[in-house]
């Protein structure tokens, strides 16, 4: 019991709610099981995270075009990505409550290089990447203050909606979601709702509650429009595989 005692405590239990379960045999204590569903989802939401973004990556690449998506929605989710990530190491929440962040922060940053590279414009790929993580050191570092980071947070919630609004402009003007990843967008929208919980349940800090909220709402949006436009962005692509 002890060794079981070390694996789950603090990390996915603190100590009264082990006791509950496996001393007390309260199975159905419902703060506990509160703890143990976000911690479950927590880590859940980290490990789809590894590869959400892939398919979108795969499909960039596969047909090597970034044809419909938008480098300046790229560029506000970055921010709004990495004010969560600098936010949460600052006070100091538990990785299952943002630990998400990090792994779609590495797969939008390839997803920026790839419509610079595909463009044609390789080199200012390359400098948007070294920007982006000088920036991030300098977030990360003593010399900024709590109440630049805190601020950081709040301007992720007009970051998502400008960033989710280009793309759907994008998509309207366009008349289809062009290299949007079904997978990937689903996965975003699913996880950002289960973010709500999560983020009340481990950190109870509304400003975190707040920008999932704004994100799953935003998140819904492009997932309505690819569904909308799902028959004519097949139809667009079986054209575009039949001219070439």
Sequence with gaps: ??????????????????????????????????????????????????????????KIVGSGTAEGLSFQAVLLELLALSGTMVYSITYSFPFSSWGEVLFLMIQ???????????????????LFLGVYFAVVAVLLSPVVPMAVVT?????????????????????????????????????????SLARIFTSVQETGDPLMALTYVVSSSCNGLIFAQLLYYWNVSSGAQQQKKKRS
């Design 1 to 58: 019991m002890e060794a079981l005692r070390t694996v789950l405590v603090p990390g996915i239990l603190p100590e009264r709610c082990y006791d509950e379960f496996f001393l007390s045999y309260n199975l159905l204590h419902v703060e506990c099981l509160k703890i143990l569903l976000s911690k479950m989802l927590g880590f859940g939401i980290i490990l789809g995270s590894i590869m959400v973004k892939v398919p979108q990556i795969v």
């Design 151 to 191: 601020i950081l947070q709040a301007v992720n919630v007009p970051a998502v909606i400008i960033s989710r609004l280009l793309q759907a402009v994008t998509n309207y003007r366009n008349g289809h979601t062009g290299q949007l990843s079904a997978v990937t967008v689903a996965l975003l929208f699913l996880g």
């Design 108 to 126: 939008t940053l390839v997803i920026g290089f790839l419509i610079q590279h595909l463009g044609g414009r390789t080199a200012l790929g390359v």
